[in-house]
């Protein structure tokens, strides 16, 4: 007889899994991932997708972008959660199309030929990706921080800029600043302006001693007139006053009409330094998305019922990002979470011959930080936190709702380490990649002819006669690593 706790679930399906109907899940974000979890008793072969062998914790890439975490601290190994579900198996590779009639799924994996995988029950969990609305320059010169890859990318770059503008301190007191713009207030923009800001009290300084803090210009730029819309108008009023207490400065109500190498153009023709564009201003349903004939709303999101399944396909499911409701949910990891189950114990419901219940989101809340000791969070029946007390709330909820024990364990002790003690005991130490300064600097003087700031750059052009410039070579700055 097993010892509770001491043993574990087999790993391999019963003798008979073979004849149990399959069910495909496209992605393994929070939606794909959860749907797995549940599944685990059901009488079903689980076949997972995805084009990465990980799942990403996309709330706290803002840490991997400002050095904060480690990129494996927020990512997990998508065949691990066999472990606890058996039935699964995974398969990389990239979604190349869908028939429904045939119930096939199209996949490109490196070889000749597309491979065709066959399926009883589809999950569509692939989430959505950044979207630029049509800005022109954005796509070329901003830094999306959508995936794990693009938080390295902007990590890497961050720290090339200040090693390349350190240099410039070390021969000029009037060298350029480095700007930083953040286009968006949401959650994602707000916490990365904040930990960059905290990063330029806490350690820049003392990392640069040859630069003054100051050389970090940090600006949020905001369409709408007040950042965190997701929130109360006391928390958005609290949010704003910690940016602004942390010198990030905020252009609110200043859409940004293009984006340049080393600037934006804002919507009333005013430009702004930028030598670095994060563009944190939403996301989108991919294009390839509107090729696999299934129903979409006005928003590019596959249409469902009250089940989750896809309208008109019966057997297939949308969770997460991807699926549109009647009434649509915001595009958040808890939503994703409690979709991707509910489509698959809707599932296992039909398999075992039992009826199916509709899908309720319970709101659980909504969190942001926005630095050190400073977070706020409304919670149903509770109400709101902020301050310290929002912070330790934040960073709890945080870490429990990641996936795997070993993830749990490295990013609390890895922020504690970061935001715990006071300034005089806390040894700075970023958890840098690819620092390429040279790199950098050879691009910043290959940009020349197209900058509208710094030593040697065509100042006096007009902005929109630069931006219509052939910018290339600008896009290698962007590029990822591979830490």
Known sequence: MPLPFLSRRPTVPAKDGASWPHVVILGGGFAGAHAVGALRDARV????????????????LYQVATAGLNPGDVTMFLRGL????????????????IDPERKVVRLDEGQKGQQEISYDYLILANGATTTFFGTPGAEEHAMPMYTRSQALAIRDRVFSELERSSREAG???????????????????????????DFRMQELDILYPEMDPGTLQLTVLQRGDEVLKEFSTKYRQYAADELRDRGVVLQLGRGVKEVGYDHVVLDDDSVLESDITIWAAGVGIPKMVSEWGFPQDKRGRIAVDDYLQVKGFPGVYAAGDIAGQDEPLPQLAQPAIQSGQAAARAIAAEVAGKPRKKFKYTDLGTMATIGRHAAIAEIP?????SGSLGWAAWLGVHITKMI???????????????YGGSRATHQPNPVVGEVNSLRAARIFEEQAAHRLFGAGAGASRPADEVAAENAEGAAEVAEPTNN
Request: net charge positive; aromatic share 4%; glycine share 12%.
């Open 45 to 60: 072969r689980v076949t997972l997708i995805d084009r990465n062998v990980y799942k990403t914790f996309q709330p706290l």
């Open 404 to 418: 795997g024990h070993r993830n749990q364990r490295a990013v609390a002790m890895n922020l504690v380490s970061l």
């Open 171 to 197: 021969l000029s007191h009037s060298h350029d600043k480095l700007h930083v713009c953040i286009v968006g207030g949401g959650p994602t923009g707000v916490e990365i302006a904040g930990a960059l800001a």
């Open 381 to 385: 029946v509770l109400g709101g936190l």
């Open 82 to 97: 066999s472990l606890k579900v058996p039935n699964m198996r995974y398969r990389q590779g990239e979604v190349q199309g």
